[in-house]
C-alpha cells in the first residue's frame, strides 16, 4: 500500500510546483508586459520633449536655463529608463515633471508662442501622455504588488527561489 502512497503524494508535490510556477511565469510576463506599456509612453515622451524644447527654445531666448533643465531631466529620464533602473527612473521623473510645469509656465509669459499652433498641440500631447505614463505606472505598480507579494507567500517562495525570482521596485 506504501508504494502506491509515496508516488501519489509526490506527483501532486510536483504537480504543485509546476503549477506555482506557471503562476509566477505569468505574473512575471505581467510585470514585463507592463512595463514594455510604460517605456513605450516614456520613449514617445521623450521625443515629444524634445521637440517641445525646441519649439520653446525659438521663442523663449531669456529662458535657458530652464529649458536645459528640461533637456538634463528628460536625459537622466531616458537613461535610468533604458537600464530599467526603476528607483533611478522615479527620481528623474518628478525632477521631469516639476522642470517641465515650470517651462510650461514660463511660456504663458510669451504670448507669441501661446498663439502658435504647433506649441499648443506640443503642449496638449504632452499633458495626454503624462496622464498615460500615470495610467501606465499604476498598472505596472499593480503587477508589481501582486507578482512581490505572490512570490513571498508559501509555496511560491520555494518556487520563486528555485527559478531566480526576485522581487521587483515599485515606480513611486
Known amino acids: 500500500m506504501i508504494w502506491v502512497i509515496v508516488p501519489a503524494i509526490a506527483a501532486l508535490l510536483a504537480l ?3 503549477l506555482v510556477r506557471s503562476g509566477l511565469l505569468r505574473l512575471r510576463a505581467s510585470v514585463q508586459q507592463s512595463w514594455a506599456g510604460l517605456d513605450a509612453l516614456l520613449l514617445e515622451r521623450h521625443d515629444l520633449l524634445m521637440q517641445l ?10 529662458e535657458m536655463p530652464v529649458l536645459e533643465r528640461v533637456s538634463r531631466a528628460d536625459a537622466a529620464t531616458f537613461a535610468a529608463a533604458a537600464q530599467g533602473d526603476i528607483p533611478a527612473l522615479a527620481a528623474a521623473e518628478k525632477l521631469l515633471r516639476s ?3 515650470e517651462l510650461l509656465a514660463l511660456a504663458e509669459n510669451y504670448p507669441a508662442l501661446g498663439r502658435d499652433p504647433a506649441f499648443a498641440g506640443l503642449r496638449a500631447r ?3 501622455i503624462d496622464a498615460a505614463i500615470a495610467e501606465r505606472r499604476e498598472l505596472y505598480n499593480s503587477a508589481v504588488n501582486l507578482l512581490n507579494v505572490r512570490s513571498q507567500a508559501f509555496p511560491h517562495r520555494m518556487v520563486a527561489q528555485a527559478i531566480g525570482l526576485h522581487a521587483q521596485a515599485l515606480f513611486e
Open 16 to 18: 504543485l510546483a509546476i
Open 53 to 62: 524644447a525646441e519649439r520653446c527654445a525659438a521663442h523663449m531666448r531669456y
Open 99 to 101: 522642470s517641465v510645469a
Open 126 to 128: 504632452a499633458l495626454a
